[in-house]
């Protein structure tokens, strides 16, 4: 008797034809497994829509055999929230990577509308070419799909001045748990017609539908940058230093990175052609950029004049301004170089918390004292887009460390959850932008009301009845 995987992969081999199916172990391996190696479960088939059509009629055909479907960008994920799980029924991946169209470019109305499969740094460049800037900006932009940055609704390194992903999303295109298309790739400020459904996708993780296509809010390209490379001695120093450049800077200040001394020792160590900026050692830095359309030199004028005050006033330790493009470059690889060492030096127990920026000194101090209440002297990484207030505070462990604990889970689970308590205490979140996944279940149920979630599963309830996107994601059982 037939299985119901082998039904479906037969259903969709007749529907779409045998090239846009994957079943042999070695094409589906990378789709099942996130790409730090921590998350696996298995799948039906991974199917390869070419078009917002096919990805209509292969839910509508899982969703008439009752199989659970799983949309899936980039597999970027850093909570497991873009590969099976291991419990109920093998779904359908539903890979987005042959969507990669840009639809149209406006720049007189700032917006481009592109397929939901396009990779973040080729929008990126479409847009360069046309003159404007679309400001979404993380380490894993040239992997990451657009459909799944606006599904977590990320975040990066220029959120200081451009906002996160729903800040830059003026319209969406979906497919729905029915098949169902939703056209809603409008490109305007002003819509004010009843619910603004765009908003119920960004950040719901292919719970509530595929993101098939979707309209950017597009700005204006900068063509002057400054760049600085920082020494502090504390987050508290660092605060201060923010507070000075924003006063003297304004719109100008486009980013603001934190990283702990840690963090930048793992990269240099880890990362062939990454070089230390200092050649003294210092406790904190800081990754200051400027951009703006003003001329070059105004702006290095403007950043020069803030340090060099800082430093008189004992607030930083040392400073390394970019002189040229490749200097730029190169201080940039360093902040976007640490997702990479930190996989390759041990295991990093990533947590992704937000609090307002002027608690982000306490929130790292409070922190560090609650991990090392359960592991005297542990190891932490820092990397804090301190702008924004979003800091990753990362209990650390080399992979020998991390063998000879017993419970792995249990740790793991304690680790965050202790991290979570600091940052919800000083009123913060413990998902800034990397989502839910099912990393972070267990801290939904206990740090959502129940007011929330009894909300968002209607929402979920509204839209998958059956709940068959993907489940176990997001979302903790109803109560």
């Known amino acids: 008797m037939a299985s119901p995987s082998s039904d479906i992969v037969s259903a ?22 996130d790409w730090r190696e921590r998350y696996r479960g298995p799948a039906a088939c991974v199917v390869l829509p070419r078009s917002t059509q096919e990805v209509s009629d292969v839910v509508r055909l899982c969703h008439a055999h009752g199989v659970p479907v799983l949309p899936q960008g980039g597999n970027t994920s850093l909570c497991g929230g873009a590969v099976p799980g291991t419990d109920g029924q093998p779904p359908v991946i539903v890979a987005l990577s042959r969507l990669r169209r840009i639809r149209s470019v406006d720049p007189a109305n ?28 993380l380490g894993a932009e040239g992997s990451c799909q657009i459909a799944g940055t606006i599904a977590t609704n990320a975040g ?122 200092f050649s003294a050692s210092h406790p904190w830095h800081v990754l200051v950029e400027l951009s703006d359309n003003s001329p070059e030199v105004e702006l290095s ?21 970019a002189a040229s493009e490749a200097q730029r470059a190169a201080l940039w690889e360093i902040r976007h170089s640490v997702s990479e060492a930190n996989k390759k030096a041990g295991v990093g127990l990533t947590t992704d918390c937000a609090v ?73 979140t413990f998902s800034a932008e990397h989502g839910v996944g099912r990393t972070h279940i267990a801290e939904m149920a206990h740090f959502k009301s129940p007011v929330e979630l009894k909300l968002m599963h209607a929402v979920k309830a509204a839209f998958d009845p059956d709940n068959l996107f993907n489940p176990g994601r997001l979302l903790p059982p109803a109560a």
């Open 356 to 428: 307002p920026v002027s608690a982000v000194p306490t929130f790292i101090a409070q922190a560090t004292e609650a991990v090392r209440a359960i592991v005297p002297d542990l190891p932490v990484i820092v990397v804090a887009h301190m702008g924004d207030g979003n800091a990753h505070f990362i209990p650390f462990f080399t992979y020998p460390e991390w063998e000879a604990v017993a419970d792995k889970e249990a740790m793991a689970h304690r680790m965050r959850h202790v991290v979570n308590e600091v940052s919800h205490a000083l009123g913060g």
């Open 110 to 137: 700032n917006a481009m509308v592109v397929d939901g499969g396009c990779v973040l740094a080729n929008v990126q460049e479409a847009a360069r070419e046309a003159g404007r800037l679309y400001p979404i900006s």
């Open 12 to 33: 969709l081999t007749a529907l779409l034809g045998a090239d846009s199916l994957l079943t042999e172990a070695a094409d589906v391996a990378a789709h099942i497994e």
């Open 301 to 321: 004028a403007v950043l020069g004049r803030v340090l060099e005050e800082a430093m008189e006033a004992d607030l930083i330790e040392d400073a390394v301004l």
């Open 156 to 277: 990066g390194t220029a959120v200081l001045r451009y906002g996160n992903t729903r800040e830059n999303i003026l319209g969406l295109e979906a497919v729905l748990p029915d098949g169902a298309i939703w056209d809603g790739l409008k490109a305007l400020r002003k819509n004010n017609t009843g619910y603004d459904l765009k908003h119920l996708f960004i950040g719901s993780e292919g719970t509530l539908g595929i993101i098939t296509g979707a309209t950017l809010k597009l700005h204006p390209l900068p063509t002057a940058f400054c760049v600085a490379w920082v020494g502090v001695s504390s987050p508290d120093a660092a605060l201060s230093l923010l507070g000075r450049l924003q006063s003297a800077c304004g719109a100008r200040l486009s980013a603001f990175e934190l990283i702990n001394d840690l963090q930048l020792d793992l990269v240099l160590a880890n990362v062939p052609g990454r070089r230390n900026p």
